[in-house]
């Protein structure tokens, strides 16, 4: 289906022969990354990942405005293949010049502090406690990181554990977090096209008199993702609407004007008002760099680009109160005009809330 979406020949060939071979050469000698993207032969291919996600369609849409004067414009894996390799030189500069040490370890980052840890317990020193606190302890007093990256974790820890956890690595202070959420549309009642539907029959039937669904329907197959793609600079590129069923392109819809809710509810559980005795009593050392919150840039993901989720939510944000971010929020989207107020008398006294 993603290779459908590519309106340009250049790319669905590209795209197509990426997906039965694992080749990303664009021409003889020149490839991204050999041992991340290029399948040996005899291996499975990774269906689960494609060199084409590895940047957003965003991020796309970029690469294809730098180049816009070129005639023609270059294909999107082409763009992508020099983006890479201008990047690993510039890792490679680095390294020669011994400005960036690269070092992989292998811990276990759990909110269960008091037990002991598993994986990566011979990291610690012999004198002290050999427990999953003292792991995050050991992140902020022996590598002090000014950035830390934690991928979709907080889809797997409540979010009160999770800052919690976090502000323990970040002690030392100067710290910027960042996230995405894959699963929070789940926890937040109106982000699916079947929660505005009577589902209690084997089949959902719409008995909306207002007839929001249908209205949600000609939106997502419509103007709204027209102007998504042109606004990303990606209707040179993608077709929009893209292939894909009217059901998850309202979905987006609904994601985008909805997420919010579910941010609001997730960053709030990071509040230590009430909870400071006994988060120290179990070992987190609150000082002016990690007792604070504020929130950076919130966007939800885009529609268009090879990603296994269009609804992800991206998040950076720092519990450093000395810190000063600049504020880039997606939550200030919400449904298209004509839509919000149907969408908020459909859900009526259960309002955009998240499910409890």
């Not at 050469?25 to 590895?54: C, D, Q, R, T």
């Not at 276990?108 to 302890?137: F, Q, Y």
């Not at 008995?207 to 042109?230: T, Y």
Request: overall charge negative; charged content about 20%; some cysteine.
């Amino acid at each position: 289906m993603d290779t459908l979406n590519f309106k340009r020949q250049v790319d669905r060939l590209a795209h197509l022969n990426y997906s039965l071979t694992g080749e990303v050469a664009v021409s003889e000698g020149e490839f991204a990354s050999l041992a991340m993207f290029n399948v040996p032969a005899g291996a499975p291919f990774m269906i689960a990942e494609s060199v084409f996600a590895a940047i957003s369609g965003a991020q796309i849409g970029q690469l294809v405005q730098q180049a816009i004067d070129r005639d023609p414009v270059p294909g999107v894996l082409e763009l992508m293949v020099a983006r890479f390799e201008k990047k690993f030189a510039e890792f490679r500069k680095m390294m020669h010049r011994e400005e960036l040490q690269i070092e992989v370890h292998h811990c276990e980052v759990s909110a269960n502090w008091e037990v002991p840890c598993n994986i990566g317990r011979h990291l610690l020193p012999d004198a002290g406690p050999k427990t999953n606190g003292a792991i995050l302890d050991l992140i902020s007093s022996l590598y002090q990181p000014y950035t830390m990256s934690w991928s979709n974790v907080q889809d797997y820890m409540p979010p009160r554990a999770f800052h919690a956890s976090a502000r323990r690595c970040s002690a030392h202070g100067e710290v910027v977090h960042s996230g995405y959420s894959i699963n929070w549309a789940f926890w937040v009642y109106g982000t699916s096209v079947t929660d505005y539907m009577d589902c209690t029959d084997m089949y959902p039937v719409m008995v909306d008199d207002g007839g929001f669904v249908r209205k949600l329907m000609e939106q997502a197959c419509g103007e709204v993702i027209q102007f998504n793609a042109k606004l990303l600079s990606l209707d040179t590129i993608f077709h929009s609407p893209p292939f894909d069923t009217p059901l998850n392109i309202g979905h987006y819809i609904l994601a985008v004007g909805l997420h919010k809710h579910w941010t609001n509810y997730w960053f709030g559980e990071a509040d230590v008002e009430g909870r400071k005795a006994s988060l120290r009593k179990r070992g987190l050392k609150l000082n002016q760099r990690n007792s604070g919150l504020q929130v950076g840039c919130v966007a939800p993901g885009t529609l268009f680009g090879c990603n296994r989720v269009q609804t992800p939510v991206c998040m950076n944000w720092t519990y450093d109160q000395e810190l000063r971010l600049q504020k880039v929020s997606g939550g200030d989207q919400s449904l298209p005009a004509g839509l919000a107020e149907e969408a908020s008398a459909w859900l009526g006294h259960l309002s955009h809330g998240v499910v409890p």
